[in-house]
Structure formats: structure tokens, C-alpha cells
């Protein structure tokens, strides 16, 4: 009777555990959803959150290859320009289809050009796949800044948003744009959870912690690794194309250079790998540390340091070693340092009780 009743007790514990957890993403919901439209500012909107949101995407997306494939990348944002020169095409050309399919479409896309520069990963690894990897960055942006087709012939070679909308609502107002982003974020953080939770994420992993032990135990790795980077490149591509249109509006094929790509590799390393939402946390970090400085120069008087550009550099040099001394203090990244504070907080009150 005594292990019927701890049996049934174990079970209840599960089950009230995971209604909470429902409740929490129904609560989360709500507040992306509703409360964050008609609560925040423009300004809040479409300078902080909004960049923090498709840049926590960006890190998603390459987290995916790095933190649990196990692979290198250093040519993200040559991915992004792809879906976003996609989805300019696909709306001038294509009117006709809906945005959520140029979205799809956009990714798809990326993805094809994702599994031919991942070809490389089949042969080599580490620094040299990495070193390979930029190849597709500087091959985009020469196409890019080259071919006026992608462009329309514009002779600037920027590529301008057009009228975004969908079932009759416009999202042409900070609002509006925020509401495409986070549905898009709410269905590719579904997917990349369900990716990294399935068959398919647990050989990832078994690649990423000893590539030989998975193919001897049955582990097809040339298909994997392809397969990693299809996906991380159609993660990119979405992206790319609400970074290009629900951001910045205008764009061209600069806009997604290597300085891009090393964002994106600096929010997984400061977010942590092997982690969804902590690539939000780097996001978040890589947004508003610039803004931050920005407030402390003006607030100290700082001018008599030199120009203004002399300023920017200064702030460049803080950012850089902010970055390194969270790395070195926490290698696992801002993620696994809530994690461990959240677990000594729990046993401090359990201590407490």
C-alpha cells in the first residue's frame, strides 16, 4: 500500500509540475503577445526589442550547428542576406504568394546554399571548416554587391521592404512588425525545440561528443552534419529576412558582412551553447551593452577624450573586453550562470525549510 501511495504521490508531483509549465508558456504568451504590442513604446519596440528578438533567432540558428552538431560556421549572415534577397525577389516577383510561403520559401533557399558550403565539413573540421565556412560569406556579398538583378537594378544595390501584411492586417508600424517577428520567433523556437529533443538532435549530439563512437554504433554522419546545416542556414535565411524588412527596412548586401557573422558567433559564445533561450541572453547582451555605453559617455562628459569617432572606438575596446571577461569568468555562457544561481537559490530555501 506504502508504494501504491508513493506511486501515486510521484505521479501527482509530475503531473502538477507539468501544469505549471503549460500555465507559464500560456502566461508567456500572453504577455509577448498582448502585453508587449500595446505596453511598449515605439522606441522599445523597434530599437531594442525587436533587434534583441531576430538576433536571439540568429544565435538559435547557429546554435543548433555549433552548440549541439558540434560544427563550425563563421558565414551566418551570408545566409541572412539570402533570405533576404529571397524574399524581395519572391514579393516583386511573385506577388501573388502569401508571406508566410516567402518566409518558408526564403528559408528553404538558404538551406540548399547551407548544404552545399557544408560539403567541406564531410572532409575537414575545426579551424579549417571554419576557415571554409567564410567562403560563403564573402562569395554572398560579392554576388550581392555585383548582380543587379538581386536588387531590381537599383544602382544604389539596396533592396527596400515592401508593404508587409497579412490577411488583410498591416505590419508596417513598430506594432505590427514586432507581431511578425515574435510569431515567426514562437514557431521556430517550437521547431528548434522539437529538432533538438527528436532522433535527429540526440545523434547531433552523439557526433558533437565523439564523431567515430556514433558511426560505429549506426550514426550516418555524413547525412547529419548536411542535414545540421540545412537547417541552421533555413533558420538564417528567416531570419535574414525579418532582420532586413521588420528591422531595418532597407538593406543591401553589406548589411549582412562578416562583422554580422561574428555578432552572431559572440551571442552564442556569450549566451551559451547547447542552449535555446540563452541565445537571447546574448542577444540581449550584444543590443544593449552599446546603448549602455553609449548613456554612460553622454552622462560622464567623456568629449574631452577626443572626438567622436575617437568615443566609438573607445566604446568598441569596453565592449570587446566586456565580452572577454564574461567569457573567461564564464566559459558556459550567461545561460549555465542563471542556471547554477537559479539551483542555489532553490537549495538555499530548501536549506531554509
Partial sequence: MSVFNN????????????????????AGLLVLFVAV???????????????????????ISLNLLMGYAGLVSLG??????????????????APFLPLPVVLVLSGL???????????????????????STLGAQFFFEWVFSNFTWFSNDSQSLTISAPRLAFLGYDL???????????SVATALIGLAFLIVRSRLGR?????????????????????????????????????????????????????????????????VLIGGTATIFGNFLGAAFIVLTPILLD???????????GDQGALTNLQRVNFGVIIILILIKEPDGLAALIRRAVAA????????T
Avoid: C
Fill in 7 to 26: 506511486v501515486l504521490a510521484e505521479a501527482t508531483s509530475i503531473s502538477s509540475k507539468s501544469n505549471l509549465r503549460i500555465l507559464a508558456v500560456i
Fill in 203 to 267: 545523434e547531433w549530439m552523439a557526433i558533437r561528443d565523439m564523431d567515430t563512437a556514433a558511426s560505429v554504433i549506426g550514426i550516418r554522419i555524413a547525412r547529419r552534419k548536411l542535414q545540421a546545416y540545412a537547417i541552421s542556414s533555413f533558420f538564417l535565411g528567416v531570419t535574414g529576412v525579418l532582420w532586413g524588412f521588420a528591422y531595418l527596412g532597407t538593406s543591401d548586401a553589406h548589411t549582412f558582412n562578416l562583422d554580422k557573422s561574428f555578432q552572431v558567433l559572440f551571442i
Fill in 109 to 131: 533557399v538558404a538551406a540548399a546554399a547551407g548544404v552545399v558550403f557544408g560539403l567541406p565539413a564531410l572532409r575537414i573540421k575545426g579551424f579549417y571548416l571554419g576557415a
Fill in 295 to 305: 548613456r554612460i559617455v553622454l552622462a560622464a562628459n567623456l568629449s574631452f577624450l
Fill in 37 to 59: 504590442p500595446f505596453g511598449a513604446s515605439d522606441y522599445w519596440l523597434s530599437s531594442i526589442i525587436l533587434p534583441t528578438l531576430v538576433m536571439g533567432l540568429a544565435g
Fill in 76 to 93: 551566418s549572415a551570408a545566409f541572412m542576406s539570402i533570405g533576404a534577397f529571397t524574399a524581395y525577389n519572391l514579393i516583386l516577383r
Fill in 345 to 352: 537559490i532553490a537549495k538555499w530555501r530548501r536549506s531554509a
Fill in 172 to 182: 508596417q508600424s513598430p506594432a505590427g512588425q514586432y507581431l511578425l517577428a515574435i
